[in-house]
Nanobody
Framework: QVQLVESGGGLVQPGGSLRLSCAAS????????MGWYRQTPGKERELVAT???????NYAESVEGRFTISIDNAKKSMYLKMNSLKSEDTADYYC?????????????WGQGTQVTVSS
């Protein structure tokens, strides 16, 4: 089992920055992919950014160049640095970790942290 706890959400003005954190605990042995997703009421959860154990990253087009995903293996944590925030970035943000099918196909989600971009 893996437990994920997000933090760092809050209210920020347009153009501002926030850094979200996701602290992981438990058996991370088979985990080789990590990512951030977001969801607004009435919409499906969407991928924001992913990173794998090889350091390869992938970003949604809407956040490319503004958001940066990173991991700190020693701290078992993942981060999402969000710059130049826009009102449309307002959402609940969730971290997720998962393993490839070859390693068991496990998937775990955090409970989410709210980000509100508003003046």
């Amino acid at each position: 089992q893996v437990q994920l706890v997000e933090s760092g959400g809050g209210l920020v003005q347009p153009g501002g920055s926030l850094r979200l954190s996701c602290a992981a605990s438990g058996n991370l042995f088979s985990i080789n992919n990590m990512g951030w997703y977001r969801q607004t009421p009435g919409k499906e959860r969407e991928l924001v950014a992913t990173i794998n154990t090889g350091g390869n990253t992938n970003y949604a087009e809407s956040v490319e160049g503004r958001f940066t995903i990173s991991i700190d293996n020693a701290k078992k944590s993942m981060y999402l640095k969000m710059n130049s925030l826009k009102s449309e970035d307002t959402a609940d943000y969730y971290c997720r970790v998962w393993s490839s099918m070859a390693l068991g196909g496990y998937s775990y989600w955090g409970q989410g942290t709210q980000v509100t971009v508003s003046s």
